[in-house]
């Protein structure tokens, strides 16, 4: 008998219908409908601050970035509200408006949840940007886009840091408002404000006012995609959108009406999982969110442990680095699994695929602490849709398992160059891109339906309730020389998954040649740890040491030995030393890698790894005997 799972409450995408129509086209819509949701985002927090204005809503350390953390500085709801109101204020007074918006320039904390609270209470959009367009980011010019899209009329930004980026790239007569206003801050002599000047001001009919002419259609925000493919794009988010998709995650998520979830997250508001899902998650079902100061990183997954330890969630969000992480510290650590599987209803990953060895892993140790498995969900979202589209909420799931439709979705399957391309449609759907109207008209089809550019295939064509399986990126696909058909997402999962744990991403070569390369980006801090050499050790250094040579040509003669056919076979292999760039656009924010970005602008790179020879100490070769 098979370990059983523990028993939590879930629905909206258990069952769906399927319509198939003349043309090869299929209509996939959940069998239960989607419920009533509020308006406006401001009408969500109201009513929590009404029903449980004591209970936290947010906290964070008070000495982030620590080894301590520092005490918890808790928000409630009632005091969000009045915070919200009083910034909204502020926001007013700057004459702020959807033509000249707010934008933030800070990591997650309590004055970035009081400034999104504040604007969705006014009117006022926002964006969140992210701040490694401003911290890491070289030349600003995701930035820039940014500024030059939006066209904001006040920058909050966190601290100094960021002052550099606003001179660079904010018109002089932006409005900067900063969380800690050092002596010798230089903001170009822009007009200068604090947060806490902002946070004391005084309330004025205009709050009410203004919150009265919001409505549904009202932006809620500007939320830009991560700009895998080309420039981020400006996504314009509704409160429609957001209060919708997170009506439809609650009645996916059950159980979220059993108890108030209690949350411990770091994925950062720039992005839709953090920004939308999560956050929303929290403030939708009167939760708590306590902020993590840590990162799925070596070094900063030693906070996000701490956080766990303390606090105990009930559902627990991460990228799959960040799981395999905290997979590897319960293998000694039994206070951090007794902690995290004390009271959790589930995991899910977004942002990459969870390695089916992680996954398993996940499972053997809420049995160990609990004698349960706790359930895996996954599902499909994206920037344009607030996010979520479908859930695998059942127990059935696996790695690359997608599900069924949320409620309130309907879901096209598009035959598209031998695949099926997934659309949707629904009140979580975007209007459209800012200022860009012919972006716009190219994002949907002739029936409505946003074109997402993903392919997905059915688990079983026999038996449609197992769902849907990721089936890869459409553009990223590519043709052999001999007309035969490549499909790159499930191969880079296959290289990720056999590179484990010193493979981050694979970038795969071939256009138009006889047989495929793979540009391998290793995950150098885990190499510096399966190397045993310390974690500064140069990226040259390190992967030309023997153990590290002995790794990739094990992985490239597994990846040889696995492959049926040109198409799947992996005939040269090169280790790249020079990260992905992030101003070039290789990489994005989220570490996720731009597939058509690095191939272009190393087009000399693949070149010489189609006319190298083994004598290149970074090319790989698989023994095919």
């Known amino acids: 008998m098979s370990t059983p799972f523990r ?3 879930v629905g909206g995408a258990l069952e769906a219908t399927l319509d198939t129509r003349a043309d090869g086209v299929r209509v996939l819509c959940s069998t239960e409908p989607l419920h009533w949701f509020p308006g406006r985002v401001s009408d969500v927090l109201s009513k929590w601050a009404d029903e449980a204005p004591d209970r936290t809503f947010i906290a964070q350390r008070s000495q982030p970035g620590t080894a301590s953390g520092g005490e918890w500085i808790r928000v409630s709801y009632a005091e969000m509200r009045e915070r919200a109101q009083r910034v909204g204020q502020a926001l007013l007074d700057a004459g702020l408006s959807v033509e000249r918006p707010l934008a933030i320039l800070s990591d997650n904390d309590l004055a970035h949840a009081t400034l999104m609270m504040a604007a969705n209470w006014v009117g006022v959009p926002y964006v969140s940007v992210s701040a490694a367009y401003s911290l890491i980011s070289t030349d600003f010019g995701k930035l820039r886009h940014i500024f030059n899209t939006v066209t904001p009329g006040m920058v909050y ?8 980026a606003i001179n660079a790239v904010a018109a002089p007569d932006v409005t900067v408002m900063l969380g800690d206003v050092g002596t010798d801050t230089d ?3 822009r007009t200068l404000w604090s947060f806490e000047h902002a946070l004391a001001t005084a309330i004025t009919p205009a709050v009410d006012a203004a919150r009265n002419a919001t409505g549904p259609d009202t932006i809620s925000k500007f939320l830009f995609t991560s700009g895998s493919t080309k420039l981020p794009k400006a996504v314009i988010t509704t409160h429609r959108m957001l209060c919708a998709n997170q009506q439809m995650i609650h009645q996916c998520m059950a159980f979220l009406r059993d108890e108030p979830p209690v949350m411990v997250d770091w994925l950062p508001w720039s992005h839709t999982f953090g920004g939308n899902h999560n956050f929303g998650i929290a403030l939708y079902n009167g939760g708590t969110l306590y902020i993590d100061d840590g990162k799925p990183t070596p070094k900063g997954i030693a906070a996000t442990i701490r956080n766990l330890k303390e606090i105990s969630p009930t559902v627990y969000f991460n990228v799959p680095k960040g799981l395999e992480e905290i997979a590897n510290a319960m293998d000694e650590d039994d206070a951090l699994r007794r902690s995290l599987f004390a009271r959790l209803n589930t995991f899910m990953f977004a942002a990459a695929g969870l390695s089916q060895a992680v996954w398993d892993r996940l499972d053997a140790h809420g049995v160990i602490a609990t004698g349960e498995r706790v359930r895996i969900m996954t599902g499909l979202g994206m920037t344009e849709t607030a996010p979520s589209c479908l859930f695998l909420v059942d127990t059935h799931a696996r790695s690359g398992y997608l599900g069924l439709p949320v409620p309130g979705v309907e879901v096209k399957l598009v035959p598209t160059e031998g695949k099926q391309e997934i659309r949707f449609r629904g009140p979580n759907v975007m209007p459209g ?6 972006q716009t008209a190219a994002a949907f089809d002739e029936d409505g339906f946003y074109c997402t550019g993903d392919a997905v295939r059915f688990v079983d064509e026999a038996d ?15 043709k052999l020389s001999t007309g035969t058909f490549v499909s790159v997402g499930p191969l880079r999962a296959k ?3 056999a590179g484990d744990p010193c493979v981050q991403d694979a970038v795969i070569a071939g256009l138009n040649r ?3 390369a793979a540009l391998i980006v290793p995950r150098l801090g885990d190499c510096a740890k399966f190397a045993g050499v310390p974690p500064d050790t ?7 040491r023997p153990v590290m040579r002995a790794f990739f040509q094990r992985l490239a003669d597994q990846l040889w030995a696995a492959g049926t056919g040109s198409a799947n076979r992996v005939a040269r292999m090169h280790v790249l030393v020079e990260p992905p760039s992030i101003d070039k656009g290789e990489i994005t924010d989220k570490g996720t890698i731009n597939q058509r970005a690095v191939l272009t602008h190393r087009e000399a790179l693949v070149e010489a790894i189609y006319e190298g020879t083994a004598a290149d100490p970074w090319l790989i070769l698989p023994n095919k005997g």
């Open 157 to 164: 930004a966190s601290d100094a840091r960021f002052a550099k």
């Open 7 to 9: 028993p939590v409450a």
């Open 187 to 189: 903001v170009g002599g």
């Open 433 to 438: 891109y800012w200022r860009s109207p012919e």
């Open 495 to 497: 290289i990720i998954a």
């Open 538 to 544: 140069p990226a040259p250094e390190l992967l030309h």
């Open 464 to 478: 449609i309730g197992l769902g849907l399986f990721f089936d890869g990126r459409i553009a990223e696909d590519f």
């Open 514 to 516: 006889d047989e495929l």
